[in-house]
């Protein structure tokens, strides 16, 4: 049986004045630059890892007043749990052994429950008489709700004074470089060289074999010999006796890691030490170094028959790596690893390959910073995000807004009308189009509601589609407690009964550039058949233009986007719908 910290509490750290975040036995936590991910880390290196020799000033949290707090709070909360991760009621033996008289069974209401659990708080404070700061860590007797938890009060004789050394909290930074590494006795690969060790007859065998490659090194060499020669004269220093001895590999066992290297290539004889390779293999090389000392340690509490579970927290995996080596990354370390792994990213890669349940997104609004996650959705509902959003669609993470609409033209078409608007491309608002593939916008709108990302919806108005789409938007209000105020919703409809393809007839220039496209798309550079082919299509009827819209949607779309970025009429261009809806995202993004 494991264990699992499932809630993390904070108030008064960073840029975090008070926060709960739920984790998972793999929690990936995204968000813009500056948004809270790393002090979420640290927060909790503080509650169950070694930060408090790092603390400093810059860490309490300055308020709106700009008065500095006095104190940093950092409640976890620790429960049993299965290998998959789901909650056990009672924590095993060898854990009770290893938390004591901690363990809690007082539920948030403060009566008995069934499910056991131990709460730890943090509290650091400036150290006013010593300098410097004073962090003391306390078991809970409960685990209080949030909205009183920082009133809860600590009991002296719960002072935890000794750190869960079956419980390790490893941080491993987004810096990292095995080359560096290596020479680092405290990192990862270091400690791993630290621990290497032979038997007596092993370490005799050895250095004999090493004593019998170095002689033949210098024996070998003319220039080792010549210098051999010239360092024997030290002997005149020390009376006639000594002798030099030149060492090309380390004399001594023991030395051994002093000149460790590692290489690597396509094969032996084409490998290179990591000095030579380029900082994504490096990356790569020092997070698998990681999985390595945990697995050492892992083999360690075995063997005293003592529990271990850590907690890996990684800062920006996919630093020097392109998509397909960041994919890989992160199903290595969550391979084969009894451990709970906390990712902080911004790599839209991740979340894609990663379960919608485990992602947390933190933002920073009105200068204080919160945490959500997906709410209530069906399996349908999640593997239909998975399977046409999430797998090829993950800056939609970072998106400062969506824009949904109902397919694949308005997902080419609005970008480039977004730019005419905007005079700049729609990334560098942080918009993100999307086209639904229908009228069914429900799941994406309890994504984008789960992860506080406002939402336009620039919906077709053709048949019954506006009652349609209204029903569905009451129905979600409904279900999911969602508040659709006008401050993170917009909804705008075409022309009465029209759909995209006849919206864009309606206009005038954008009709005429829809004929020439499909001009060039079948005449080519023959100007007798274009010429016979332009007059076809400028007598079709509405009706029999759209049908050939229909048919082509994407190569008309893509030529159009074209069009409308060499702003050849201005805003006109631009259908009132999507006009509405750019002033509305001005207005929430500026």
């Not at 090493?210 to 033949?216: D, F, G, S, T, Y």
Request: some cysteine; glycine content about 6%; proline content about 4%.
């Amino acid at each position: 049986m494991s264990v699992l910290v499932d809630r993390l509490r904070i108030s008064g750290f960073r840029g975090i004045e008070d926060i709960e975040i739920s984790l998972s036995r793999t929690t990936l936590l995204i968000g813009v630059n500056n948004s809270g991910k790393t002090s979420v880390i640290r927060a909790l290196q503080l509650a169950l890892g070694d930060y408090s020799r790092y603390l400093t000033d810059d860490d309490f949290h300055i308020a709106h007043d700009d008065t500095r707090c006095e104190e940093i709070v950092v409640d976890v909360r620790i429960v049993p749990s299965n290998t998959e991760g789901k909650r056990n009621e009672v924590f095993s033996e060898d854990w009770i052994q290893e938390f004591g008289s901690s363990i809690s069974v007082v539920g948030i209401e403060g009566e008995l429950g069934h499910d056991q659990f131990l709460a730890v708080r943090t509290v650091a404070r400036p150290d006013s008489v010593k300098g410097g700061f004073v962090v003391k860590h306390y078991a809970l007797d409960n685990w209080p709700p949030i909205s009183s938890w920082k009133s809860e009060r600590v009991r002296e004789d719960n002072r935890i004074r000794r750190r869960y050394e079956a419980l390790p909290f490893i941080t491993v930074d987004a810096q990292r470089d095995i080359h560096q590494e290596l020479r680092d006795r405290t990192s990862f690969v270091g400690k791993i060289l630290s621990s290497v060790k032979y038997d007596a007859s092993d370490v005799s065998q050895l250095e004999g074999m090493i004593a019998e490659i170095n002689q033949k090194a210098v024996a070998k060499s003319e220039p080792l010999k010549g210098l051999k020669t010239q360092l024997d004269a030290l002997n005149q220093s020390f009376e006639g006796s000594g002798q030099a001895e030149l060492t090309p590999f380390p004399k001594k066992i023991r030395d051994l890691a002093k000149r460790f290297s590692i290489h690597f290539g396509e094969s032996d004889q084409s490998s290179f030490s990591m000095e030579y390779h380029g900082m994504g293999t490096r990356s790569w090389a020092s997070m698998l170094t990681v999985k390595a000392f945990v697995e050492l340690m892992a083999d360690n509490h075995e063997q005293e028959a003592n529990p271990f579970f850590p907690i890996i927290a990684v800062e920006e995996p996919e630093s020097h790596l392109h998509p397909n080596a960041q994919r890989t990354l992160y199903r290595q370390m969550r391979k084969n690893i009894q451990s709970q792994i906390i990712v902080s990213t911004h790599s839209p890669y991740l979340p894609a390959i990663s379960s919608l349940d485990e992602i947390r997104m933190l933002k920073k609004t009105g200068g204080e910073v919160h945490a959500t996650s997906v709410v209530d959705l069906s399996a349908e509902e999640k593997n239909r995000l998975r399977r046409e959003i999430m797998r090829f669609r993950g800056e939609m993470f970072f998106s400062r807004a969506l824009i949904l609409a109902e397919g694949p033209t308005e997902e080419r078409l609005i970008p480039a009308m977004f730019e005419l608007y905007h005079d700049c491309p729609i990334f560098e608002k942080g918009v993100n189009c999307i086209g639904v593939g229908g009228k069914n916008y429900r799941p994406f709108l309890v994504f984008a509601f789960s992860f506080d990302i406002p939402v336009c919806i620039i919906s077709d108005n053709d048949g019954d589609t506006e009652r349609v789409v209204r029903a569905q938007i009451e129905r979600i209000k409904g279900e999911q407690e969602i508040n659709l105020d006008e401050k993170r919703f917009s909804l705008e409809f075409l022309g009465e009964e029209n759909n995209i393809e006849r919206e864009l007839l309606s206009i005038p220039q954008l009709r005429e550039k829809i004929i020439e496209a499909f001009v060039a798309l079948e005449a080519g550079d023959n100007r007798y058949h274009a010429r016979a082919k332009k007059e076809e299509l400028s007598n079709l009827g509405d009706d029999g233009l759209v049908q050939i819209l229909k048919s082509n949607k994407l190569s008309y779309a893509d030529f159009l986007s074209e069009v409308i970025l060499q702003k050849p009429n201005g805003r006109d261009m631009i259908p009132d719908a999507f006009v509405k809806t750019f002033e509305t995202l001005e207005s929430w993004i500026g």
